[in-house]
């Protein structure tokens, strides 16, 4: 069954977006929507579609039943209640909303009005992290004792509206609350603005202690000359590590730990072991994401990473910006 969808934002990530549903099965791109009528025209010519310069003007001459909502976070509110308004499912780009009152009232209209509201956490979707968590699920890793995440990257020109806590830890705190299944009890943060943006923070090192004993270790910044993605696992037989942008996933085995078949008590050390590199086929998690949310707006199912997973990691990141800020030497 087709589904008419249209993207609002032709920038970066909606371009993206727009590349995708062009090619999508089942899938009509009835649209795009940018104020910047020279971003929009240019994505819709080279796929062959209207482009408008407001989404309302889109709404009303395209019909969508979906939409995916790309624009700078200031506006992810407006523009998600409007097509919330309209009774379309909505996909919008993480962080889900500038503040977590906008968030819940997203939430809200959405779950009134009965329709899906996904949001664009990716890493979801990264082949390595669905067969690290299939793994973790089946117990291979045993009792998960911390993880350390790593997103670093220069400081993107297209980001003008949000800090790095916004823009880059939200991916690894979405990620660690969905690993461990449990949320924070208390964390430690420091940042820093080195670039000299007055509100924009651009270091975010943070540790975080969640409710079942983990350890969180969240290292992210905008000052590193290249592009770091990786997080690493850790328990009592051995370690995972994983790389997002190879989508490669690694095992670093504890051979030291080792139970007796039907005793429950681990005669538990630590020495080095085998690594082993597992044969993951690779997939454009973008992609598999459009297809899922599609997939949920079609059938009604809750999506992926629903409304209330992007509040979570919202409210953790700007918590840990607090936190951070309050410490002498984060200006």
């Known amino acids: 069954m087709l589904m008419r969808v ?74 998600v209640m409007d097509s919330i308004d309209r009774g379309l499912h909505v996909l919008v780009e993480k962080p889900i909303a500038s503040t977590v009152e906008e ?19 990716i890493e979801r979707f990264n082949p390595a992290v669905v ?21 670093q990257s220069p400081v993107p020109q297209r980001i003008q509206d949000v800090g790095v806590a916004s823009d880059l830890a939200t991916h690894e705190l979405d ?40 350890l969180g270790i969240l290292d992210v910044n905008w000052v590193t000359p290249t592009s770091v993605r990786e997080l690493t696992i850790t328990g009592e037989r051995g ?19 080792r139970t007796e078949e039907n005793v429950a008590i681990w005669d538990f050390s630590v020495v080095a072991g085998n690594m082993t590199r597992f044969q993951i086929p690779r997939r454009e998690p973008l992609r598999s994401e459009l297809e899922s949310f599609l997939e949920c707006a079609h059938s009604g199912r809750q999506p992926v990473v629903s409304g209330q997973d992007g509040l979570r990691a919202l409210e953790l990141a700007l918590r840990i910006v607090r936190d951070g800020s309050r410490h002498p030497g984060a200006a």
Do not use: C
């Open 175 to 214: 990620m660690m609350l969905y690993l461990t299944g449990s949320e924070v009890a208390h964390l430690q943060a420091e940042v820093s603005r080195v670039l000299k943006h007055p509100t924009r923070e651009d270091i975010v090192l943070a540790l975080l202690r969640f409710e079942n004993g983990i």
């Open 239 to 257: 370690m995972f590590v994983i790389n997002y942008l190879s989508q490669e996933l690694f095992f670093h085995e504890n051979p030291a730990a």
């Open 131 to 151: 067969e690290l968590k299939r793994r973790m699920d089946a117990g291979e890793l045993g009792r998960v004792f911390m993880l350390h995440s790593r997103r």
């Open 103 to 121: 968030a819940k009232r997203m939430i809200d209209a959405a779950d009134r009005a009965g329709v899906v509201l996904a949001v664009g956490h």
């Open 6 to 79: 249209a993207v609002i934002g032709t920038g970066n990530m909606g371009r993206n977006h727009v590349r995708v549903l062009a090619d999508t099965p089942n899938v009509t791109l009835v649209g795009v929507a940018d104020p910047n009528q020279e971003a929009a025209l240019a994505a819709a010519a080279r796929y062959g579609v209207p482009a408008y310069a407001t989404h309302g003007e889109l709404f009303q001459k395209a019909r969508p039943e979906a939409v995916v909502v790309a624009v700078p976070i200031a506006h992810h509110h407006d523009i």
